[in-house]
């Protein structure tokens, strides 16, 4: 495994003083791995694997409408981060979910160079570049840490479940 280095929404370029990253999903309890190299329908697969998990880390069903509004949150996070990866970065090479407490972390690897960042400035009539603005505003936080030999990136997000 190589190491990795975070980046912050706010800053998409290296900053050579921060120390490595720690591994992916450290500290999270429950995790779950989807390979999606060669897989066909890719979002649907994703959203499933995902909806599954959330049904058995009791996200769903959703006894409140900011349950339920904070589960679909999720799905559309992970159906952009899948669909960006598929436009931008040669396709998404994992998806990882990790669960701790009310914090849900997704990761999509890819090979991709290329750093997903919101289009700015961001305007609502103008059709395509609004995944990374959904991603911003529904999330918690979100990063990009890229491998150190380059060859490829972890697109995360974190959101945290309702009170």
Request: charged share 25%; net charge negative.
């Amino acid at each position: 495994m190589s190491t990795t280095r975070p980046l912050s929404p706010g800053d998409r370029g290296p900053d050579p003083g921060d120390p490595a990253s720690p591994p992916p999903l450290a500290g999270f309890g429950q995790v779950r791995t989807l390979r999606l190299e060669g897989v066909s329908g890719i979002v649907p697969t994703a959203r499933d694997f995902t909806r599954e998990a959330l049904h058995d880390w009791g996200w769903l069903p959703a006894g409140t409408p900011e349950q339920r509004a904070a589960a679909e949150d999720v799905l559309l996070v992970v159906s952009e981060l899948v669909t960006n990866a598929c436009l931008h970065a040669e396709g998404p090479e994992e998806l990882r979910l990790g669960a701790a407490g009310k914090v849900l972390r997704l990761e999509i690897t890819d090979h991709g160079e290329g750093s997903p960042e919101p289009r700015t400035p961001h305007r609502a009539g103008r059709p395509g570049g609004h995944g990374m603005f959904i991603v911003q505003r529904l999330c918690k936080d979100w990063g990009v840490v890229r491998r150190d030999d380059g060859m490829g990136k972890t697109v995360w997000a974190e959101l945290t479940a309702p009170e």
